[in-house]
């Protein structure tokens, strides 16, 4: 279900924020976007992710993901952001990890998509900050896809013979098990360092 509020009172929106449900929230050019919270599954997933993926780029020396931060558009980081599943800023990139988050562009992002939500219509902010790559894993069926910039927009990166899809930014490949309906993804330099999501 889709609903709009034409406005939200500061009493509503710090209600929220006392509760902690604005933890997922977003704002785009202006315009609250309230994220109900994940399912079990989705956050069950998030979390195994999100465990390999930090000591995959730590061994690597590769950069920092985290969970749920803003990547905040820097013209105007207080009223235009977006909140991914995981972020990647990579080594050398730090300058843009600011107490509010990610202020300018992360290296890459990831996203667990669910029905009906807004994954798709955050690539356009993502591409104009200049994201490198964006991963969507849907969280029903397990079946990744992952998109590079090229030049304004993204494209999707092609599968190899045995189903691999690349990400080369996180150093990673992932591919769809849908028999046993998951994605395993495996490092790059050493696919015995795995996780099955």
């Known amino acids: 279900m889709r609903a709009v509020l034409v406005s939200v009172s500061e009493e509503e929106l710090h209600e929220r924020h006392a509760r902690g449900l604005d933890r997922l929230d977003e704002v785009w ?4 976007h309230m994220v109900p919270p994940p399912s079990f599954d989705h956050q069950s997933m998030e979390s195994r992710l999100v465990t390999f993926l930090t000591l995959h780029c730590d061994r690597l020396g ?21 909140v991914p599943d995981l972020s990647f800023v ?35 902010f993502f591409a104009r900050l200049r994201v490198r790559q964006v991963v969507v894993i849907d969280a029903e069926s397990r079946r990744p896809e992952v998109y590079r910039l090229s030049g304004r927009r993204y494209v ?42």
Not at 63 to 80: F, I, K, S, T
Not at 160 to 188: D, M
Request: glycine letters at 10%; proline letters at 8%; zero cysteines.
């Open 29 to 32: 050019e202006g315009e609250l």
């Open 62 to 82: 590769h950069g920092q993901v985290v969970e749920g931060a803003g990547v905040n558009d820097p013209e105007n980081p207080d009223h235009d952001y977006r």
């Open 90 to 124: 990579a080594a050398g990139n730090e300058g843009v990890i600011r107490r509010r988050g990610i202020v300018g562009a992360a290296d890459a992002v990831i996203e667990l998509g669910s029905p009906d939500d807004e994954t798709y219509d955050k690539f356009p």
């Open 156 to 197: 999707p990166v092609s599968p190899s013979k045995e189903g691999w899809l690349s990400a080369e930014v996180f150093r990673i490949r992932l591919r769809h098990e849908p028999r046993r309906r998951r994605v395993r993804i495996e490092a790059l330099d050493d696919p015995k360092r795995a996780v099955t999501l």
